[in-house]
């Protein structure tokens, strides 16, 4: 009885074959492989073209149905095997196949997504999931190659059912089409760079692991070798590939005649391609750690009923990073509390963290009301270090402070005409600036009045207040200038509930009403009609009450 030998995984494989079917394994591989037919591009481009919109409209859905379709798998895998058995012709075909594919597919896509209306050009999260890869993404890449070369040397006997999941699993199309999104969009280099790498890190692993399958099967064999060369002396490979047997010096490097050198040269590639895919996964790592440790530390901003946080940033420097908290509270967080965030933010991510802390002040009685109005949802969750987040939500907070402010007791004779508010810090406080519309400025005492009543509607102990005096007053001229009729457009289009009023004797010598009146829109003509009126004309701002 014959000894077997070999490990039991090499005779599981080379029992899966005979020498017939590596022989079929090679002509089968080979011939869909380097199929440049019009139906290979054909499907090439609409599976990129359903990509590109998958992704616009953030369907995983769709771009999961690019991929089965997507053909791009089969010369990757012809490749693959030209590399283990050195088949130079083989392997030149399949990496001018592949090429172009590429080329055409970020082509295809950065034209659709360029044609794409405005409100589709935002990175969804279909498209940022793919801008970052890691070192997991090459291990996935890899682990998918195995399973591509497997089911190649199975011969559809028993693992046909798994074909649709490897063309899941490599996703080699939607990453390309980010990459044409990307460039179609406006060149984002950075979403251009990050799915070009994760495409060349799927590329990497599944030729790797793919080699290795073919290798361990016994393909480089005699009778495949011989069969290859029948092959292309058939003319089953298109001409570029003999081009590969007149590059000056190629065939003395040994390259293809040496398996060791072919698994080393894709191993230094795919070398190449870890540093920077290990370095995204420590980035990605820290941005987890300072994320998880601000989350913890803010807790001490969250007290229900008083305080919440309502926008969380988190910008992540070389050395430090800065957190910006924007904080709706009833009260007022001394710089105590601001420092011990820092310290345990620091200790649980273990790099400095500073903090910058913006306090909008709202009534205790509104806290409830305008949390909910935010959301429950944690305000630190989904931020991504290096980007800005809206700040919708504490504009809706200003406009609170903005209804407070018109329910201020003042006389009958002045409005309110606009607010803003300005987040302080601890020591010096908010300030709210004001604009007011009357005839005559409110005196000293009567601001400081308006200041109190501001600060006790907000209960807050701290607030500075600053107001700005709109005259109503008449201004008697002989012609309005330019400079005067365009110093009152600009009020108006500043504070939307003025107008202007214009009075004027009959006989103005040398003055147009209506080019007055077509400069200024909001605007009303009274005709004096009295003597002591008579070639004058008086022009001043009318408060719209309603």
Do not use: C
């Not at 919708?392 to 003042?410: F, I, K, M, N, P």
């Amino acid at each position: 009885m014959t000894a077997k030998t070999g490990s039991p995984f090499r005779r599981l494989i080379r029992g899966w074959l005979h020498g017939r079917d590596r022989v079929e394994i090679f002509t089968d591989t080979a011939a869909a492989a380097t199929d440049a037919s019009p139906a290979y591009w054909t499907v090439l481009i609409l599976s990129g073209a359903i990509a590109s919109l998958g992704l616009a409209l953030n369907s995983a859905a769709v771009v999961i149905g690019a991929m089965l379709i997507a053909p791009l798998l089969a010369p990757v895998i012809g490749f693959a095997l030209a590399l283990s058995i050195g088949d130079g012709r083989l392997a030149l075909e399949t990496a001018i196949v592949i090429l172009l594919s590429t080329l055409s597919v970020v082509i295809v896509t950065a034209l659709l997504s360029f044609a794409l209306p405005l409100p589709f050009h935002t990175i969804t999260q279909e498209i940022a999931s793919r801008t970052r890869p890691t070192t997991l993404d090459l291990g996935i890449a890899a682990f998918s190659g195995l399973a591509g070369a497997a089911v190649t040397v199975s011969r559809g006997k028993r693992l046909s059912g798994a074909v649709p999941g490897v063309a899941v699993s490599v996703a080699l199309v939607p990453p390309l089409a980010v990459a044409g999104y990307g460039i179609g969009t406006g060149w984002n280099w950075i979403v251009v760079r990050g799915s070009l790498l994760l495409y060349t890190a799927n590329l990497a692993g599944i030729v790797m692991s793919a080699m290795i399958v073919f290798l361990i099967a016994g393909m480089r064999r005699e009778e495949v070798m011989a069969e290859g060369r029948v092959w292309h002396g058939a003319g089953g490979a298109a001409s570029l590939a003999a081009w590969v047997e007149r590059v000056p010096g190629l065939r003395s490097l040994g390259l293809m005649g040496s398996a060791w050198a072919r698994i080393g040269l894709v191993a230094v590639f795919v070398g190449l391609v870890a540093i920077p895919l290990s370095q995204s996964l420590r980035e990605i790592g820290r941005e987890s750690r300072v994320n998880r440790a601000v989350k913890t530390a803010a807790k001490r901003f969250q007290t229900p009923g008083h305080s919440f946080v309502v926008r969380q940033q988190v910008e992540i420097g070389g050395d430090r990073t800065q957190v910006i908290l924007d904080v709706a509270t009833s009260g007022w967080f001394s710089d105590s509390t601001r420092i011990a965030f820092e310290n345990q933010a620091s200790m649980i991510a273990g790099e400095r963290i500073l903090l910058t802390l913006e306090q909008v002040p709202v009534a205790s009685g509104d806290v409830p009301g305008l949390s909910a109005m935010i959301g429950s949802q944690s305000p630190g969750s989904g931020v991504i270090a290096h980007t800005a987040p809206t700040r919708v939500r504490v504009e809706s907070l200003r406009e609170e402070v903005a209804q407070t402010l018109g329910d201020v007791t003042l006389p009958d004779s002045v409005i309110i005409l606009g607010s803003d508010l300005a987040l302080g810090d601890s020591i010096n406080g908010p300030l709210i600036t004001y604009a007011y519309a009357s005839r005559d400025s409110l005196r000293g005492d009567a601001q400081q009045m308006v200041r109190g009543q501001i600060a006790h509607s907000l209960g807050l102990q701290r607030l500075r207040a600053r107001a700005n005096f709109i005259s109503l007053a008449e201004r008697a001229v002989s012609a309005p200038s330019a400079a005067v009729v365009d110093t009152f457009s600009v009020l108006m289009q500043r504070f939307p509930r003025l107008s202007v009023g214009i009075r004027s004797g009959r006989d103005v010598p040398g003055v147009r009403i209506d080019s007055v009146r077509a400069r200024l829109r909001k605007s009303t003509l009274v005709i004096d009609s009295s003597r002591a009126f008579a070639g004058r004309i008086s022009i001043g701002l009318v408060p719209q009450w309603h």
